[in-house]
């Protein structure tokens, strides 16, 4: 298999990067380490459930995985290494790049259209350039936000941030993929909100977004049309997203359709796994194929039914480690920027956390969004290493050591 | 489900209320700190905040002061301002994981039982594992249906739309494909059930499929336990033949006997009537399987029991010579009407205990050829004479002068007829003087003679003088009799009932009476009335009566032995081990209410019978058989009479009963006489080592070639 083209361009660039650090700062002290030691332990216990929910299936390999976290080590060393306060400047740069990235699977060549979804493009190997604009629009909405230095009261202002921000969000709807779009609304709102802006300003946007949902439904009804099949479609909201929001909304009720046997099916996994769960290897509800999609998005439910209860906690003290000491970085910051990246990362990984963890319990409708650092697909994992090196980056860069590059 | 959202909303409203809450607390606080802090601070942040001019020059401007604040002030966070917004964020944080944690938990720990039994549920599956039916034996243990065990292939109904799979199939079994899609879309087995691609397929094409089975969907292996007929269509009309169960047949199932469409029934015969006992008990077969509904693994097995074997009272020696002797008469060149007449049957009971040694009908089928659909449609057509219809017990023909032996002793039992009563027969009658003259057989007359020799000579106009008598002393004459003497005298050999026999469906023949003759003719009054000729032709076994050949040979049982026996086809059932479980005893339906004297009579009058005709005798002296015996020939206006004959040996100690009749055959003692003799002879003639001498008899063709009918030739008794 040849090597794939991200891979060479980014060992490219990570040599160069080493060579123009003249003085290496010692590894010790710009490392975090309680954050370095929960990650190894999540990235260990990630890449254990996703080699179990892999093994028994030909369609994924584990190998893949393996490669997404050595591109991903190599990112994040790069992001880390770098001083993040020369990117503050750059957010209409990190807009640009983030359209760029959205809209690239619309190129004639490169473009790949899975399941309805025109998301992916192909250079070698398949990648989600959506997924990478999750850095991109972190670093564009910290940008934005900081210029404001911890208030945004103008509603003027305020208006024109939000509609910057709603720029990426229109964009990913035209794949469409409205489960990263929410991804892309939740990293602008944690920012938004830890950047100052008026609270009352953020419940009217509140209110506007779900009198602007009801108002798409209300559209929609007049604007749907029936298919040649006899079936009726709607052009704003298509069934599959209306059948996956229905389900959610009467998930007790025995339907026989593929959105509710898949719920059903993911509840039946993590229910069965009881304290314990059936043991690494020994699930029966996505080995033997009864649980769709198990590496991806519902790879949860892979290690709630293995590792049981024990599992679920153990899973979710590692997350609250991960953002419990990012938020720590966060708040002894010495420049918005930088904290404002890193309330970003924490809001997308709060967000993916409680959506895939979420729609596997039945709490959250089915949306297909990663779970941190365990799901398997490297375009994910890369980004969050990237993620891991941006948060590095606004620690080493702001401690003593790090002033002095 | 309400509930559950509610939940969702509540848990929801409650975690945004605190939220605001703490919010609120954490901001009031805040500011009043505000206050307290220095100077510089204080004046850094309201630069930032605050200055219009700044926050004009729009966002580039305020970086530049960023800049400058971190590296100037370097204590000052930006975090410290958001405290509060922080701590929002913390609680947010800390809900959302609460949230998840809790919702985890009640499925985990407090519903996971319910969970865990849906798991199960998904994974494993019960199959029943079909039990091999009961074998049948013959009399002495010779097998007559066995197992055997072959690979099938089968299909579901879409395979045939699936073109790569069925050029695959047609690959690997070397069939054509047309063939295979031919076979896919047979809907004989039933529109719902697998279909049969190939059966008895190779062991290693079944191990090629089983190994990828990835490549042929829908399509799957069983090894079925087919019966397996030694000896073809021997004594098939007795034993009967099995099919696929029916969706009907497994809504009528009968209580403690659980019937799927895989199932594999008896749907005649013994296979029918002893379905429970041959049909043994199913295993279940508990297995995991995957999402496509693959085998993992088999987690444990109850094994099937085999069904009971039965040992039937037919005789295979003396069947195989009957039923090759029939296809001989009827079909010596395979169609029928290359022989003599269009069917045949023949009965032979052991009238000691009422068991069936012989009962062969033709034309007949093959039970094994009947999974070729083009065998179906054959059987269905008219020319093939009714393959499937076993003629002992649902053939009903007019049993002719074989029902004089009957009458005669109605005659002496009334008194209208005695020992020493003599008739002269001139070859025609017409005693009713209705202008309607009746003709003996004998054109040319008898002369006089008396009832023994009206019996042995088979004189009708002996048996239409009583048929007159019986008249005379009815409601139109003298009125001593009611109309229905002579039937009632009749039921005491049980005409016009079923015998009992162990089959199903049996039918029960006719005996007329004015009752049923005005049911019958109720649209034609001038023809519902009863008449002196009913009485005529009823007393020669012609008219209206109608016999099957089973009830006959059962009431000659009786002449013999003075009982009628319930005549049956089982013998013994031996369980699965071998041990025997069921032994049929004799049983005597009706002892004969009837005269001894006139019965012994009678006897003598049908001894004497076989050594009166020439020809008839030669054939039981080649037998060495002492028999008592009738012939009867039935008369058709439209075609050729049918040939009855019916006998009993060894006179003195009757042992069997034989009846045949081949319908349009001719002459009762010319065509069915030297049959009987030959059962007969068989039956007491010198025992075979039993299965020794037995071959194959294959099924009618099907076809036939019509009987020429010359017009109504002079019968010959």
Redesign the interface.
Known sequence: MPLPEIDSMTSAQAAGAYNSNKKPPKFFQVVFWPLAVACILLVGYGLLICWSATDTDPKYSFMRQLLGVALGLVVMALMWAYDYRKL??MYIVMLVVSVVLILSPHLPVIGVTRSGATSWINVGMQIQPGEFAKITIILFCAG?L??????LD?LG?YVKVIGLMLIPFVCIMTQPDLGTGLVYLFISA?TL??A?AK?RYMVLTLLVLVVGIVFIFVIDEFLKYTTEDGTTEYHLLKQYQRARLFVF?????ASSDAESYNLR?A?????????FGKGIGSS??SS???LPEAPTDFIFCVL?EEL??VG??FL?AL??CL?GFS?FI????????G?LIV?GI?GMW?FQ??EN??MC???MPITGIPLPFVSYGSSFMIVNFAALGLIGSVYSHASKVGKGI | MVTAIIATILTIAIIAAVALLVYMLVRRRSQGEFIKKSDVEHINTLNIGNDKSLRRRGPQGAHSHIRVNASEANMAKPSDKMSSRFGVFGIAISAVFGVLVAKAWSMQLLESERYASASENNLYTSMSIPASRGRIFDRNGVPLVKNRFIQTVLADSEVADDKRTVKRLSTVLGVPESVIAQRIKDESAGAQSKRTVASDVRLRDVAYISEHSDAFPGVSIEEIAEREYPYGALAAHALGYTRAATEEDVEEANDGRSIELTDVIGKSGLEYYYDDVLAGDKGTRRMMVDASGNIVCIVDEISSTQGSDIITTIDAHAQFVTDELLAQTVAPFGDIGTGKGVSACVVALDVTDGSVVVMSSYPTFDPSSLDDSNIWELYMKDESHAPFVNRAINGQYAPASTFKAFTSMAGLNYGYATYGSTWTCTGEWDGFGSGDVQRCWDNYGHGTLDLHDGIVNSCDVVFYEIAKAFFDHGPDGSGELSQTALQEYLSKFRFGETTGIDLAGEYSGLIPTPEWKAKQWRNVPSEAIWRGGDYSNMIIGQGDVLVTPLQLACAYGAIATGDIMRPHLLKEIHNSVGDVVFEAQPEVVASLDVDEDHLAYVRRALHDMIPAHEDLASHFVEYNLDAAAKSGTAEHTDKKDDAWFAAYAPFDDPKYVAVCIVEQGGGGSDIAGPIVAKVLGTLLGEQVEPGAGLGYINGSSGNSIAIEFTGNTRRQD
């Open positions: 503050s400047d934005v900081s210029k404001y230095g911890g208030r103008d202002e944690t909100f830890m100052g609270v909304m009467n998930q007790d009720n099916q509840m039946i996994a993590i229910g069965s796994g009881g304290l029966t509800q033997l194929g009864f709630a049981g209860f679920v906690v979710l997350y609250g953002i938020i966060a708040r002894r910051c010495s420049n918005l920027f904290m309330c924490v709060l956390i409680l963890i979420g319990i039945g709490l």
